[in-house]
């Protein structure tokens, strides 16, 4: 089992910046894919970026692409979402999840946060 705890969410005005915490713990493996998703009320969860634990490679959302950042720490085994330039539609819950895969998809995400809210004021 992985556990995942999602943190660093909050209220912020549009163009100020956030930093999402996700810690991972329990059983890992080097090849797990690490992602981000939000959902905003009323739609669908969506894709924002995600990172191989062991590479690094990255894969962002064009629409986010610009702004937001994936990182991690492997010592801290923990998982961070750099988020810049912040706007109103960049409000929802935003979710940590874990793959063995690569895909975009996050019905092939096995495990999940517990989501940490991200409120942007315009």
């Known amino acids: 089992q992985v556990q995942l705890v999602e943190s660093g969410g909050g209220l912020v005005q549009a163009g100020g910046s956030l930093r999402l915490s996700c810690v991972v713990s329990?059983?890992?493996?080097?090849?797990?894919?690490m992602g981000w998703f939000r959902q905003a009320p009323g739609k669908e969860r969506e894709f924002v970026t995600h990172i191989n634990w062991s590479s690094g490679r990255r894969l962002t959302a064009d629409s986010v692409k610009t702004r937001f950042t994936i990182s991690r720490d492997i010592a801290k085994s923990t998982v961070y979402l750099q988020m810049n330039s912040l706007r109103p539609e960049d409000t929802a819950v935003y979710y940590c999840?874990?793959?063995?895969?690569?895909?975009?998809?996050?019905?092939?995400?096995?495990?999940w946060g517990q989501g940490t809210q991200v409120t942007v004021a315009s």
């Open positions: 999840a874990a793959t063995m895969s690569t895909s975009l998809d996050a019905h092939e995400y096995n495990y």
């Open positions: 329990g059983r890992t493996f080097p090849s797990y894919t």
